[in-house]
């Protein structure tokens, strides 16, 4: 625990001087020495009201300028991407083919589901199925304190009841809900499917009839109150035969799960106190600097090897910004199951395979890196980045701040689509510099405020968004239970 506890102060005591930037006042964001100011996300960020004024926001712009500006300092050193170092991309990959052919290779269970079976479990789930459901979202102020969480439940229990004796839902919507998009609508949030919202809301909606109302339904937005308008439940000659197919998948994943777990069981798995800690941090701040000392401590032990400091620094690194704010929200036991355990699933397996034979393909490896590099040109070429165009009197360094600026803001405005990098901002932040400061970053909240003349808005409850992930290729998965 002494141990665990000198690593949490230095992940800490590096974290914080990487985000302050050590005279990098001003700034939200540096990336291979162009800097991204206070100044300038204001800029972007204070006209475009939809946008909620959430430090989250202003992480995503910073993440993305990161790795755009990053891509258009490769193109300009070389168009051919041949300058990237794609070994670490490339032993996840390799790592990832080697336990599909040793799972392939040891899981074999029967498969075999009657007609009978599979109608059955149709009618229980009914998947495939949607609802059109309206709200009216009340939501307590940023670091509210219990009195007033209380103040607002009241406020909603208030609605609740005049709309149980009798009032029309859409105009106490359009006066009272706190989601601005839906509320002018008279609260409709139109169809969707199950999963598409955080889990309370999903749960509540799909258990209503039409035109029933709900109870208080409490999310990590505030306080819904909700109304189903139509149910649709698909016919099983629709969805009946890739329900058959779902069904087959999951009893190949339980033979998996006891596979697995009996290679866990002989590893002697052990977490050290305080490990969750020490991943909650560096999901906030994946870019923080390590010393050598710290990056080796052990996060997990295990026979024959351990899980350090640096293996998930580097891991944390591949994944999104959505990914990271669920492992910074989730409890101790989630993040202990969903990342650490996950992680040394994978690198048992990987163990696994080499015991039996498996390599990596020489071939099939220089095929996927000329596919990487392809992919990367075609990325920087989609977003205007693979050959900036200097302007009068502008040195390349201002070309490409100049062109990733208009690039956002074109985004930001609805004009083009986000070019998600996925695994190019994995090589990219392996290779290059890269901080997004924290002091920065709250600064824009309050700029941005200020600038719209309002408090903090509060966000409105939308579904969530499919991850820009390695395809769960890893083993691991986002922690469950953390709103969403």
Not at 3 to 27: D, N
Not at 84 to 111: K, Y
Not at 179 to 197: H, I, K, R, T, W
Request: include cysteine.
């Amino acid at each position: 625990m002494k141990g665990m506890r000198w690593v949490m102060m230095s992940v800490l005591a590096l974290t914080t001087a990487c985000q302050s930037g050590e005279g990098g006042g001003g700034l939200v964001a540096r990336a291979a020495g162009h800097d991204l100011t206070v100044a300038a996300v204001t800029t972007l960020l204070a006209p475009e009201t939809m946008l909620p004024d959430q430090p989250e926001v202003v992480m995503a712009l910073a993440d993305l300028w990161i790795d755009y500006t990053l891509l258009a300092e490769v193109a300009r050193a070389d168009s051919t991407m041949s300058n990237l170092d794609l070994d670490a991309l490339l032993q996840q990959q390799g790592e990832a083919e080697m336990i599909g052919a040793l799972r392939d290779s040891v899981v074999r269970p029967d498969t075999a589901i009657s007609e009978e079976d599979v109608q059955r479990r149709f009618a229980l789930e009914a998947p495939g199925s949607r609802v059109r459901a309206r709200h009216i979202l009340l939501a307590p102020p940023v670091n509210s304190t219990p009195a007033q969480r209380d103040s607002v439940r009241r406020a909603a229990e208030s609605i609740l009841d005049r709309l149980r004796a009798g009032e029309a839902f859409e105009p106490l919507a359009m006066q009272y809900s706190a989601d601005s998009a839906s509320a002018v609508q008279g609260g409709d949030l139109g169809f969707f499917e199950q999963g598409q919202m955080v889990v309370a809301f999903d749960s509540a909606a799909f258990s209503l009839d039409p035109g029933q109302l709900s109870n208080l339904v409490v999310t990590p937005y505030g306080f819904h109150i909700l109304r189903v308008d139509e149910k649709e439940i698909p016919r099983f000659d629709e969805l009946g035969p890739q329900f058959r197919v779902q069904m087959k998948e999951e009893v190949i994943i339980s033979a998996e799960s006891l596979f697995v777990a009996g290679i866990e069981e002989r590893a002697q798995v052990q977490v050290v106190d305080g490990a969750a800690d020490v991943v909650r941090e560096l999901a906030r701040s994946p870019l923080a600097k390590l010393g050598g000392r710290a990056s080796r401590r052990a996060l997990v032990r295990y026979e024959g090897d351990e899980l350090t400091v640096s293996k998930l620094r580097t891991f944390m690194q591949t994944r999104p910004p959505s990914y990271r704010q669920q492992v910074e929200q989730a409890t101790d036991e989630e993040v202990v199951n969903n990342v650490l355990l996950a992680l040394v699933r994978r690198e048992l397996l990987v163990a696994e395979a080499q015991k039996t034979g498996i390599q990596y393909d020489a071939t099939r490896r220089d095929s996927v890196k000329g596919a990487l590099r392809d992919n990367f040109r075609d990325a920087a070429r989609d977003l205007g980045l693979l050959s900036v165009t200097k302007g009068q009197d502008e040195t390349p360094e201002e070309a490409i701040d100049r062109t990733v600026t208009t690039l956002l803001r074109s985004i930001i405005r609805g004009e083009r689509d986000v070019i998600p990098l996925g695994a190019v901002s994995f090589v990219l932040r392996l290779q290059y510099s890269a901080e997004v400061f924290d002091p920065g970053v709250q600064q824009v909240v309050r700029q941005v405020q200020i600038a719209r003349g309002s408090g903090a808005a509060s966000p409105p409850v939308i579904p969530q968004m499919p991850e820009q992930e390695n395809s769960g290729a890893d083993g691991t998965e986002p922690p469950q239970g953390s709103g969403g």
